[in-house]
C-alpha cells in the first residue's frame, strides 16, 4: 500500500471518530472481493493487512473433497495487487464507512431508553417535529407532542428517549414531550438532592401542557423534599415549568398511609376526612362544602390527577352531600308505583300493600304531614316522585 494511502485512512479514522483497525479489516475484506473477482484466483483466499508498515498480502489454502481448507498457507499476492487496491478501496470503504458509522450511531444511543436529550429542531410540521442532536437526528411524532406546543424552528428543546430503533439507515430515536419520565428527568437536572439519591419522585401523574402532580419523598431526616423541589423563592420548579411552556406542576409530600397520601394529594383544597375501602380500591374523601370545587378542580383535573398519582378511586363529597345522604338511608319508604289510572287517565301512586290509590295532590300532601312528623322524631314514610 502507498504509504500516503496509510496517512489517508489514518486522518479519516480520526474525522469520523471510527478507529483505524475497524477502517482497515473493511479494507481487507474490500480488497479479498477484489481479488476473488480476478481470473485464476484462488477459491479460499483471504487479505492480511499490515497496520505498521502498510504491507498488503494474499494468502489461500488448498481445499479437500469435502470443502475443508488444507495444508499451510501460501502467498498469492497478484502482481501490482497495490494499484488494485486503490481502484477499488474508494468505492468499497464508502460504503464501509457508512456502515460502521450507523453502528457507532447506535451503539452510542442503544440503551438510553428513558435519558433526556436536547436537540435543535429541525422541522416542525403536523405530522412530526425532527431535532438536531448533533450525529444524529430524533423523531417526535404528533402523538408525543404537548398539544398546541409549536416551538419555533432553529430553538433548543428538551425531550425525553421512548425508543431506540436499528435500521438499515442507521438509528431511529424517538422521542416524547408528554411522557411522565420527562418530569422526572428534568427535576433530577434541576435539584441537586434528586440527581444524589436523598429526594425521590415515588409517584407522577400527569396531563401533559395543563398540569402535572408528582410525590416525593426524603430519605435525610434534615432535608424537606417539597422545598427542595420548590428551591429557593420557587427558582427550581420554575425552571421546570418553563421547559414545560408554563405547565403548572404541585408537589406533594408522599406518605405510607393510604388516607393520608390521598388528603395531600388532593393539595391544594383542605380535606376534612378520609375513608379508604381496600377491598373496592374507593377512597371517601370528605371535603368543607366551600372546598368542594377546589378539590375537585376545574373539569374534574384535581380529582383525576390525583386518583392517577395514589392509585386510588376517588369519591369526593361535601358535608351538606353527606349529611344528605345519611338522612336518605334513614328513611323508611313506602312501597309501591305510580300507575295511570284507567278512569280518569291520570297518573295515581299505588301502594303496594293495597289501600286506594292517591293522586299527585293526595301523595304530596300525605308527604308533607309524614316530613313535619319525622321532625317531631316519627318515622318518614314516601316514595319516589311522579313521572
Not at 417535529?129 to 433548543?156: I, K, Y
Amino acid at each position: 500500500m502507498n504509504p500516503d494511502m496509510l496517512e489517508a485512512l489514518q486522518a479519516l479514522a480520526v474525522d469520523k471518530g471510527i478507529s483505524v483497525d475497524a477502517l482497515l479489516a473493511a479494507l481487507a475484506d474490500a480488497l479479498e472481493s477484489a481479488y476473488k473477482r480476478m481470473p485464476d484466483s484462488e477459491e479460499y483466499a483471504w487479505v492480511t493487512i499490515n497496520p505498521d508498515t502498510a504491507d498488503i498480502q494474499v494468502f489461500a489454502q488448498k481445499l479437500d473433497e469435502g470443502g475443508e481448507p488444507v495444508g499451510e498457507p501460501f502467498d498469492v499476492t497478484p502482481q501490482g495487487f497495490g494499484r488494485i487496491a486503490a481502484q477499488t478501496a474508494k468505492q468499497v470503504m464508502t460504503q464501509r464507512i457508512r456502515e460502521v458509522e450507523r453502528e457507532l450511531k447506535y451503539e452510542e444511543y442503544a440503551g438510553r431508553e428513558g435519558d433526556i436529550v436536547t436537540g435543535i429542531i429541525q422541522q416542525n410540521d403536523a405530522r412530526y417535529t425532527l431535532l438536531d442532536l448533533g450525529r444524529v437526528e430524533a423523531l417526535l411524532p404528533q402523538a408525543e407532542q404537548v398539544p398546541f406546543e409549536r416551538p419555533e424552528a432553529n430553538s433548543r428543546l428538551k425531550a425525553y428517549i421512548v425508543e431506540v430503533r436499528k435500521t438499515a439507515k442507521g438509528p431511529q430515536i424517538v422521542v416524547s414531550r408528554t411522557h411522565p419520565g420527562l418530569i422526572r428527568r428534568l427535576f433530577e437536572l434541576e435539584v441537586p438532592e434528586i440527581a444524589d439519591g436523598v429526594v425521590e419522585i415515588r409517584a407522577c401523574a400527569r396531563e401533559p401542557g395543563h398540569r402535572t402532580k408528582i410525590a416525593v419523598a426524603s430519605n435525610d431526616v434534615n432535608v424537606d423534599p417539597v422545598g427542595a423541589c420548590v428551591g429557593a423563592r420557587g427558582a427550581r420548579v420554575r425552571m421546570v415549568v418553563n421547559e414545560l411552556r408554563g405547565e403548572k406542576i404541585d408537589i406533594v409530600p408522599f406518605a405510607e398511609d393510604p388516607a393520608d397520601f390521598v388528603a395531600k394529594a388532593l393539595s391544594p383544597a383542605k380535606i376534612k376526612e378520609v375513608n379508604i375501602d381496600e377491598e373496592s380500591g374507593v377512597a371517601e374523601v370528605v371535603v368543607p362544602d366551600y372546598q368542594l370545587s377546589l378539590a375537585i378542580g376545574k373539569e374534574g383535573q384535581n380529582a383525576r390527577l390525583s386518583a392517577r398519582l395514589t392509585g386510588w378511586r376517588i369519591d369526593i363529597k361535601s358535608e351538606s352531600q353527606l349529611a344528605q345522604e345519611a338522612a336518605y338511608k334513614d328513611m323508611d319508604w313506602a312501597e309501591g308505583e305510580w300507575v295511570i289510572d284507567e278512569a280518569t287517565g291520570e297518573q295515581v301512586w299505588r301502594p303496594a300493600e293495597g289501600g286506594p290509590a292517591l293522586s299527585a295532590e293526595e301523595w304530596a300532601a300525605e308527604g308533607a304531614e309524614e316530613t313535619s312528623a319525622a321532625e317531631s322524631g316519627e318515622t318518614m314514610r314516601g316514595g319516589p316522585q311522579p313521572e
